[in-house]
Structures are given as structure tokens and as C-alpha cells.
């Protein structure tokens, strides 16, 4: 596509819309969050019982409990909030993170493959995983909440864009 | 390089498991030392057991026997042909693989000669692609001759002003001209080692070793009463410096020994090594980006060295040795090299821009907020004497404001310039057509300030290091770089 000049690209790129992830994904966060908050509240308690802590017994647990539910109904909310992507004339266009924001842009040209992953947690909810590669070390991007059609698609759709030179 | 679909070009090389029964295996067998260089390092500890007094030897002889015959076998069994445009390894000892390589992945192709392949006079050749964690594929045994060979077929590039010359008839096998790049002198190579990142690591040996054989050290420094005397305190710290040096410059020899870097204008060639020698080969296309590394002990002498980025260089101590293009010069030199190197005059005089001064303000509340700390540790752990820690008040302002002296961007033409660190600062120069991708990066404490960091992502080695960045940009600024550097120009 050399025909368009670089301000149509620009103004192509500026229209995409930014995509929000499904909203399914929060359910997945919050399971997720809900399997790794459990087991320190059940060793806090146990401590808290067993062993004891300068404190009257059941404060530490109560404290604990209320900070990771929190944490755990919290965090996934703003992560979903904050999630966007994008799909630029020339490029992926991605932001996430809620205490650290990246946004990141990976030109098609560059991408060497496209996967999508679907885990236990993901079939569960219906979802799937996008997962896009360059030659730059590790994984360049990561769109984790997709409904598992869509993600089909959009593989689909950035494996059918026409190559570039991808040499390294 | 043009890939057939998204998903066929990687992974870069090809596994396959043969069947057992399969089609014979064809190809051109190692050379017969790999036999003795296998055995090398199962038969070296036995010799030592040997030597150290314990003669079991029928259960000695029945090792020995096992791992020759071992090797008998997996030499066998092992084959590798040039098949088109790709390299065919196929080994295993009970299950057989199949690797094929093509030529147009490989990023970098180096020769090693380690004592065990010195003793029979063959050669190691190694092949590096992108991706993966370790070296794709390894011919260990090669005569000399062949090895040559091979590497110049592996890396057959044909640049476009050679390309006539083939044409004109001129045999491929016909030797470019090489030109040296960079040379290191013996006190070049002792002045590394002096003021190298070795001398910490060894320092931390030392230190540990000390720890342990503390007595034992005591025992060799009778009159120091080691309990308590400050004197002997000090002595031994002034002994675990020297030996750190020592260590640290044995090293350095050993690694760099007849250090040279020459270029034929398609082909970087680093050779070194004094007991390990080593020859690496990377084509200048396959160079993704370079780095000007000083560190604080070099900084005042204006002291540099110089390592490359080339993409799928497995980690570790022995890829970080070979990513030196120059393991010390003058910084003139070092900025003349990264010119050659990357085809771009005029690098040596960009001048950085520093980043915006609440960058500094960042640092500096960094630092206060760090002796802040410290000192209330202090109080609570030492009572009054912890407001000694303040006293560390002035080398942490004195850091954080070299950290900021120490941050920097510019731009060249095509080329971007990243300069970071404090302790070894950094200044990377990368071509935008290298560029991967781009990720801006912002913590809230950055938002704060509206700065923001970017990450120049492009296809490396697994470093220690990381990608390249412009730490604590201006916000705006950062997003405008977002959206144009990967733009296609």
C-alpha cells in the first residue's frame, strides 16, 4: 500500500477506534485474583490461630481479608478500564497497566507470527488469548481478554496482511 | 529476506525426530577428534581422580571405556550437508533429530578453539540464529580447513558492489580485503582489566572466599591479629584489592589475548583468545544496534569499549564477551569504530539533549527520600548515632545528579542515539530501520512530572540490559516518537 502519503496514514491511524477488551475478561481477572488471595488469607489465619502475632487474635485475618478483597475486586476493574487496542492503518496499537502504563505500537511489517492461546481459565469464560511476535526479544504484544471468535479473526486478519520486508 | 506466510519463517531453524528406522542417514561425518573431544571432558576429572590417589582403577578404566565408546557411537551417527540453501545436522545418540538451518537466518557464525580442540587441531563451529536460548547448531569437531570453508558458504552474502565481480568470473573462494578496525596492545588489555566489571566480580569471589577461609587467611598472616584490629581489617582488604586486580587482569588476558576486529566489507571478524581462541563472524547487515559502554573507573580517562547487538545471541558470560567489538579505547575511538561499523559519519559530533529538568527533580527526591530512609532506620536500630546517615546526604545527591548528567537522546539522520546509566553509562546508537516496535512506559511518578520513558525494542541478544531507551522524555515528545519513528519513511 505505497500509494497513500504519510498524512492520510496519519489521519487513517488517528480514526481507528480503540478497542476495549470484552468485558468477560474481568471475570477471568477476578477468578485469577480470587486463587492467589485465598491462600495467603487461609496461611494468615492459620499463622494468626496457631502461632499468634502481637496483635488481639482476629485483627491481623480481618485486615488481611478486607486489603486482598479489595486488591482482588479492584486491580481487574482498572486494568479493564485502562486496556485499549487498536488496529492502525500500519500498525498494532496497544496501552495497558494501571500503575505503569505502556502503550505500545508494533508495525505490521514487522510481525514474524500471530498465535492465539487459549487456557483452562479462558475456555471456562468463553475467551482467548492474542499473542503477536517479532524478532525483539520475548513476546511484543499481548491482547489476553478477546472473545475466542474474534480472536480468530483478528488472527486471521494480521496474518493476511500483505509481508513487508521482515528481515532482521 | 521475504517470508512465504506469517507463520512459516519462524522458528528460524527446523527439529525434527527421525525415526529410528528410518531413510540412512547422508551427509559428511565430524572430523575424528570429536571422539577425543567429547571424551576431553569426561576423561579430564578421571585423570585428575587418578592423579589424586584414588586407584580404583578397573571402575576408572570401565568410564573411560564407556565414554569413548560413547562417543564412537554419537560420531557415528552424526551427519551434516549443505542441502540448497540450508544446513542439515542430524544427530542423537537413541533418538535421532534433524536440524535444518537456512542460510538466511543465521545471524552470526563463530569458531572456537578451547585446549580440547587445540590438543587434536580441529575447530568448533557454531551457528547462531534468532530466538532460542542457546546456539542453534554446533559442528564440534572440524578440520581447519573445512571449517573455513563452511563459515564463508554459511555467510554467503553477495553485497551488491561484489556482486559484479562474481560476474566478471572472479572465483567466490577469492579473499576480500580485510581491514582492521581495532587492535588492543598488551597495556590496552592490562588497563581493561584494571578497570573492568571484573574487578567487582572478582572482589565478591574473593570476599565470599574470605569468608569461608577466613581463619586460613589468618593462619597465613600470623601477626595480624585478625579479632578485632583494625589494622588487620585493612590489610586483608588491601589483600582481597590486589588479588581482585590480579584476577581481574589474568582474566582479561586470557579472554582477549591479540585482540582484532577486522571488516571486508561484508563481514565483521572479531578474533581473541589466548588458551580458548576464537574467531566470530558477524555480517554487517545482521548488526542491530551498538553500544558505547564507560564506566565510572574509565569515564575520567576517557575510556570506552564498544559491544554489538546481534539478534539471538544466547545469554550469559560468554555471549556478553563476544558482543565486544572493542573491549578498550579512547573514546574517540570507540565513536570512530561505531561509525565504520554502522556506515553513518558524523555520529561522533551529535550533540544529546538532555531530558527535561524535572527529570532531575525526579532523581534528586529519589535521593532524599532514599537518606530519608535510612537515617529513620538509623533511629530506630542505633538510636541518635543513625543521624549519621545523613551523612550520606551529599554521595547520593552527588549521584543523582550524574544520573541526570548521564541521560541523553539525539538523532541523527536514520539513526537514534540513547544515552543511560550512571555506574556504566551507556550510549546506544540504533538505525530506526531496526526498530521492532516502540513501548512508552509511564509510572505514575513519571505522570506526575509528564514524563515519560521509550523503549527502542529491537531484535537482541538476551542481555542483562535490556532494549535501549529514552528514560524520562518529555511526555508529549514521547508520544510524537511513538507515532513517527516506526513510521514507514
Redesign the interface.
Known amino acids: 500500500m505505497p500509494d497513500r502519503t504519510y498524512a492520510t496514514r496519519m489521519e487513517e491511524s488517528a480514526a481507528a477506534p480503540l478497542l476495549p477488551l470484552d468485558p468477560g475478561v474481568r471475570r477471568l481477572w477476578w477468578t485469577t485474583a480470587a486463587l492467589t488471595a485465598l491462600p495467603i488469607i487461609v496461611a494468615v489465619l492459620l499463622v494468626d490461630v496457631f502461632i499468634g502475632v502481637p496483635l488481639p487474635t482476629g485483627v491481623l485475618p480481618v485486615v488481611v481479608t478486607i486489603a486482598a478483597v479489595a486488591v482482588a475486586w479492584g486491580l481487574p476493574v482498572l486494568r479493564f478500564k485502562r486496556w485499549r487496542y487498536a488496529l492502525r492503518a500500519d500498525d498494532l496499537w496497544l496501552r495497558r497497566g494501571v500503575l505503569w502504563t505502556t502503550t505500545s505500537v508494533i508495525p505490521y511489517a514487522r510481525l514474524q507470527f500471530v498465535d492465539t492461546k487459549q487456557g483452562p481459565l479462558d475456555r471456562l469464560f468463553g475467551l482467548a488469548q492474542l499473542v503477536v511476535y517479532t524478532a525483539a526479544v520475548g513476546t511484543s504484544g499481548h491482547l489476553p481478554g478477546l472473545r475466542a471468535d474474534a480472536a480468530e479473526r483478528l488472527r486471521e486478519r494480521l496474518a493476511d496482511i500483505e509481508d513487508d520486508d521482515v528481515g532482521v | 529476506?521475504?517470508?512465504s506466510?506469517?507463520?512459516s519463517?519462524?522458528p528460524t531453524s527446523r527439529t525434527t525426530t527421525l525415526a529410528s528406522d528410518g531413510p540412512q542417514p547422508s551427509g559428511e561425518r565430524l572430523h575424528p577428534a570429536a571422539i577425543g573431544v567429547w571424551a576431553f571432558n569426561t576423561l579430564g576429572p578421571l585423570v585428575v581422580i587418578l592423579v589424586a590417589g584414588r586407584r580404583d582403577s578397573p571402575v576408572i578404566a570401565a568410564a573411560a571405556g564407556i565414554s569413548i565408546l560413547v562417543g564412537v557411537v554419537r560420531w557415528l551417527r552424526f551427519r551434516w550437508r549443505v542441502d540448497g540453501q540450508a544446513i542439515v545436522i542430524e544427530s542423537g545418540l537413541l533418538q535421532r533429530q534433524r536440524r535444518v538451518i537456512p542460510f538466511d537466518r543465521i545471524?552470526a557464525v563463530e569458531s572456537v578453539r578451547k585446549l580440547r580442540h587445540r590438543v587434536f587441531g580441529v575447530v568448533e563451529l557454531r551457528i547462531e540464529t534468532?530466538?532460542g536460548a542457546s546456539t542453534e547448531g554446533k559442528l564440534e569437531a572440524l578440520h581447519p580447513r573445512d571449517a573455513e570453508r563452511l563459515r564463508r558458504l554459511l555467510l554467503r552474502e553477495t553485497p551488491a558492489t561484489s556482486l559484479e565481480s562474481q560476474q566478471a568470473g572472479e572465483p567466490v573462494a577469492a579473499q576480500p580485503e580485510q581491514v582492521v578496525l581495532a587492535r588492543l596492545s598488551l597495556d590496552r588489555l592490562v588497563i581493561a582489566g584494571l578497570t573492568g566489571g571484573r574487578v567487582g566480580v572478582a572482589a565478591a569471589i574473593f570476599g565470599v572466599g574470605q569468608d569461608f577461609f577466613g581463619d586460613r587467611i589468618g593462619d597465613l598472616l600470623p601477626r595480624i591479629d585478625l579479632s578485632g584490629d583494625l589494622r588487620g581489617f585493612f590489610a586483608l582488604a588491601a589483600l582481597v584489592l590486589a588479588g581482585a586486580f590480579l584476577l581481574s587482569i589474568a582474566a582479561t588476558l586470557l579472554t582477549y589475548w591479540n585482540f582484532t576486529l577486522t571488516s571486508d566489507g561484508v563481514a565483521l571478524r572479531v578474533r581473541r583468545g589466548l588458551l580458548e581462541q576464537r574467531a566470530d563472524t558477524i555480517p554487517l547487515?545482521?548488526v542491530?544496534a551498538l553500544h558505547v559502554d564507560e564506566n565510572l573507573l574509565r569515564r575520567p580517562f576517557r575510556l570506552a569499549a564498544v559491544t554489538v547487538e546481534v539478534?539471538g545471541r544466547s545469554g550469559g558470560e560468554e555471549a556478553q564477551q563476544s558482543g565486544y567489538l572493542l573491549p578498550l579505547g579512547t573514546r574517540a575511538q570507540a565513536l570512530r569504530l561505531v561509525e565504520q561499523v554502522l556506515g553513518h559519519d558524523g555520529l561522533a559530533e551529535v550533540r544529546l539533549t538532555p531530558m527535561p529538568s524535572r527529570a532531575r527533580d525526579r532523581r534528586l527526591l529519589r535521593a532524599a527520600g532514599l537518606v530519608a530512609a535510612a537515617t529513620a532506620v538509623g533511629l530506630v536500630v542505633q538510636g541518635w548515632a543513625g543521624l549519621l546517615a545523613l551523612l550520606l546526604a551529599a554521595p547520593a545527591v552527588a549521584l543523582a545528579l550524574a544520573a541526570y548528567r548521564c541521560l541523553g537522546h539525539g538523532r541523527s539522520g536514520d539513526m537514534l542515539v540513547a544515552r543511560a546509566g550512571v555506574v556504566v553509562r551507556r550510549t546506544s546508537f540504533v538505525p530506526r530501520d531496526r526498530?521492532?516496535?516502540?513501548?512508552?512506559?509511564?509510572?505514575?511518578f513519571q505522570?506526575r512530572r509528564r514524563l515519560a520513558s521509550l523503549a527502542l525494542?529491537?531484535?537482541?541478544?538476551?542481555g542483562a540490559r535490556g532494549?535501549p531507551r529514552f528514560i524520562d522524555l518529555d511526555e508529549r515528545h514521547a508520544?510524537g516518537l511513538?507515532?513517527t519513528l516506526?513510521?514507514?519513511s
Open positions: 529476506m521475504r517470508q506466510g506469517s507463520a519463517g519462524w545471524q534468532v530466538g547487515r545482521r542491530q539478534a526498530l521492532q516496535s516502540l513501548a512508552l512506559r509511564q509510572s505514575v505522570q525494542q529491537i531484535a537482541r541478544g538476551r532494549d508520544s511513538l507515532e516506526t513510521a514507514p
